[in-house]
Structures are given as C-alpha cells and as structure tokens.
C-alpha cells in the first residue's frame, strides 16, 4: 500500500515538473511569439530524433556492404570508428562555433553534410572512400546535429531548475529515432535493398535542415545571440576554468566508457547476435528494444537528476550496465535472454547524456555550455572509436566478440568508481544562481 502511494506520488510530481517544463517561457528570447520555448523543445526533439535514429541503423549494413564489395569487419568498423573520433574531434570546435554565433546555423548546416555524407557512403567502393564519407563527412554531420548543439540551445532556453527534464526529453528523442528508426531502415533494407535504403536515409536526414531554419533567432538589440550576450568570461577563460576543476575530468574519463560501450554495441551487437546463429530479425528487434526502453530511461534519468545527485546517478548507470553485460556473456544465448539484455540496456542506454551535460551546466553556467559538452563528447568519442575498432579488429584476430564483453564489464566497473569523487557544486560565482 505505501510503495503503491509512493509510486502514485512519483507519477504525480513527474507529471507536474513535465507541465511546468513546458509551461515555461524564457525572457532572454528575442524570436518571433509563435517560437516559444516549447516549440524550441518539439523541433530539436524532432532533430534529434532523425539525427540520433540514423546514427543507430548504420551497424545494420555491416554485412551487406561487407560482402558486396569484399571488406574485412575491419574496414566497415574502423570507418565507423573514424565517425565517432571525428564526432568526438569536432564537437568542442561546433560547440565553440555555435556558442558564439548560434546554434541554428550549425544545425542547418549540419542537416546538409550529413545526407552528402550517407550519399557518399552508398557509392564507396573503397575502403578509404568509406573512410572520407562514413567517417568524416558523417561524423562532422552528426557532430552539428546531435546532443552537444541540441542540449546547448535548450539549457539557454529553460531555466535552471527545468534543465533537467529538458534534458531527458531531448535525450529520449534520440532513443525515439533508434526505435523509429532502426525498423524503417530494416524495411527500407528489405524493399530496396542496402543501397536504396541508404539513399532513401540521406533524404530523410536532410529534412534537418528545414526545421532547424524554423527555429532562427533575430539578434538581440546588442547585435549578438542570446548566448553571447550571457557570457561572462571568454572561452579561453572557461576553458581554463574547466580544466582546473577535478570534477570535470572526473566526467570526462567516465564518458570514455559510456563511448566505447555504446559504440560497441549498436555496430557489432547485430553481427554478434548472427554469428550465434539468430537470424537478423532478432538483432534488430533487440536495438530497437534499446531504443524503447532508454525512452523511459531518458526521462527517468532527467526527472531524476533534478532531485539527487547526479554524479552518483552516473556511477549506478555505469554499474548497473556493466553488471547487465556480466550476466548476458555468463547465461545461454537466447532469443529471449538477447531482448532481456537489451531492456535492461535500453533503461540506462543515454541516460548518461542528460546526467553528464546537467552537471557541466550545473558546475559551470551556460554560457560555453555547448563547448564544455563537447569537449567532454571528445572523450565520449574516443571511447567510441575504440569500442567500434577494437570490436572488430579482435574479432578478426580471434573470431570471437567475449574478450570485447569482458573489457566492456572492466571498463564499466571503473567508470562507476570515478563518478564518485565528483564535486558537483556550483563554482563561487554562480552561487547566486539556481544549480541545474
């Protein structure tokens, strides 16, 4: 009876923070009446969507790409690898860039790489062709359109104390997209084969671009965008700042876990599930379980973070997937313990986002909110590249992916431990202000 009115209560006090997110409007916009802050909320929510979902269907072409055109595992896997370095290596400079001269333009923009950067992939033949186009076109594309720019915007949109849920929202968005996205391309895949499902992907993208030009701002009275004009130091200052602060690297180091983990999963979990002889519907069911479910634990992870701390929520997600990864390698491969595997990933699957970026504008403002995220990303990123080629390079030399699961475990178990010690105060001169 009283877990049931507790749980009651939740439901009641999630409701009221979502109603009071969205209610909420934001005297530092200088944008037409009909932009409102929840309209600012349901386009880059949509943004993200395409942007997160498109990133997720491209480990569904590892085997037919592979096979038409000879590649190794290797090679499809290390273009993967250079998207995610490249995403990680250009965010803090996208992040800096749209800080300074809006975000919106870097989202247009980006929405226009990103469908070149799928129609240069569909035409590689190559492996360094696959390179330019997967790795470095897309990867810059994606470093424009995904979290580091989305989560700047909103964090200057909404006040302190509604970051959080906004967070989540958004975050959950890009679980959406997986969800959404990973069956229409699977049926793209199997209507038009991998090549026209991909082209049909690249004009799915660009719709980006549109509804990014949706959300331009006039410029403030002062000549300079909202972010600018609430800067108080200069990057080289925040930079300086951040880099100083223990608890900042603290989160930096564990988002190189969350990278290499999630990396490793969406791009070799299908091939995974098919080497045990699964046919490929069971792998693509399981990532758009993932997807599903970190809907609910995207939200969960916002709400959440508005209440505790959210360093220590980062420690238990990183447990709790290493943990998940533990017992999925130890227990028999079935149908039903994959799908498990991917629930339970799915709850904690971006949760970090919401948690990582919460904190940096928690700790230090907003201002450079953008670039700060992004350079965190950079590490996030790192892990990525390397959880995507080291995947597939072991599996060359082994045949196997369980030395892969085993250090995923390792990796996880660490980063739990270095969420721990950090400081998550407000810096001195924000101790006017609302922490996030």
């Not at 799915?346 to 990582?356: H, K, R």
Request: glycine share 12%.
């Amino acid at each position: 009876m009283s877990h049931s009115g507790a749980g009651s209560r939740s439901t009641r006090m999630g409701a009221r923070s979502l109603r009071a997110v969205l209610r909420f409007s934001s005297p530092l916009m200088t944008h037409p009446a009909w932009r409102t802050p929840q309209v600012v909320l349901a386009l880059c929510g949509v943004i993200i969507t395409l942007a997160m979902g498109t990133r997720m269907t491209l480990g569904l072409f590892l085997q037919p790409m592979t096979l038409e055109h000879g590649w190794t595992r290797e090679t499809f896997a290390f273009a993967l690898a250079l998207q995610n370095l490249m995403l990680g290596i250009a965010s803090p400079v996208i992040g800096a860039v749209a800080d300074r001269f809006g975000s919106v333009r870097v989202l247009c923009a980006g929405g226009v790489l990103y469908a070149l950067g799928l129609l240069a992939m569909s035409a590689a033949t190559t492996g360094w062709q696959l390179d330019l186009a997967t790795g470095v076109l897309i990867g810059i594309g994606q470093a424009c359109t995904t979290y580091t720019v989305v989560l700047g915007l909103l964090g200057r949109t909404f006040p302190p104390e509604r970051r959080g849920m906004v967070f989540g929202i958004a975050t959950a968005a890009g679980s959406i997209g997986q969800f959404l996205m990973v069956p229409y391309a699977g049926s793209l895949m199997a209507h038009f084969g991998w090549l026209g499902a991909m082209v049909a992907l690249s004009l799915t993208t660009l719709l980006i671009t549109p509804l990014a030009a949706l959300l331009l701002e006039r410029r403030a009275a002062a000549g300079s965008t909202p972010a600018r004009s609430a800067a108080s130091q200069s990057v080289r200052e925040a930079l300086r700042e951040a880099f100083g602060h223990r608890g900042y690297l603290l989160l930096t180091t564990g988002y190189f876990v969350c990278g290499f983990q999630l990396a490793f999963i969406t791009v070799h979990l299908p091939s995974y599930v098919n080497d045990l002889g699964f046919p490929a519907s069971v792998g693509m069911t399981a990532l758009a379980l993932v997807g599903l479910f970190n809907i609910f634990g995207s939200l969960a992870s916002g709400w959440l973070g508005q209440r505790y701390s959210k360093k220590n929520l980062l420690a238990a997600i990183y447990f709790v997937r290493a943990s998940a990864v533990a017992v999925f390698i130890a227990l028999p491969a079935s149908p039903a313990s994959i799908w498990t595997f991917a629930v339970v990933m799915g709850l904690v699957w971006l949760a970090t986002v919401p948690l990582t970026s919460g904190v940096i504008g928690q700790i230090f403002g907003t201002a450079w909110l953008s670039t700060l995220s992004g350079i965190a990303f950079l590490s996030h990123q790192l892990g990525s590249f390397m959880g995507v080629w080291l995947g597939g390079w072991l599996f060359d030399q082994t045949g196997s992916y369980r030395l892969m699961w085993i250090i995923s475990v390792t990796l996880g178990l660490l980063a739990a431990l270095v969420n721990l010690p950090v400081d998550e105060r407000p810096l001195g001169r924000l101790a006017s202000r609302t922490a996030a």
